[in-house]
């Protein structure tokens, strides 16, 4: 599933292949910070990882694929970079309220290639 590699000082360990992350490494708890270098998060990367209460997406993340973060009912707040492009479908089924942290505007974020599936309570709120 390619290289484990350290994504952040609080020792959280991620499956990353070149600039992908596969998926988060069972047993991952508190904050998860994905690195600048990551360009996607697969589809389901982070499913199941019930322990995380947030992720912090890298500058250079640029498309989120279907149901990465299913079932994460611990998950409470994701930030998302200005530069992202695309949403897949189903991004946070089965999880409880998210609170979405997106560092652009109200127009990108509308003019972003995005699904909203209405499978949990989403805010997203402008920084």
Known sequence: LG????????????????????MCVTGATGVVVVPDYAKKIMDHA??????????????????????????????????????????????????????IVYNGTEEEWDAMDHSEDGTCDMEVRHV
Do not use: Y
């Open 3 to 22: 290289t484990l590699k350290h994504s952040h000082p609080s020792k959280k360990w991620m499956c990353i292949d070149g600039n992908t992350v596969v």
């Open 46 to 99: 982070f499913s199941d990882c019930k322990k995380i209460r947030e992720i912090r997406l890298g500058e250079g993340v640029t498309q989120i694929c279907s149901g990465a973060f299913s079932n994460c009912t611990g998950l409470k707040k994701v930030f998302i970079p200005k530069g992202i492009r695309r949403l897949g479908k189903n991004l946070f089924k089965g999880c409880k309220t998210v609170e």
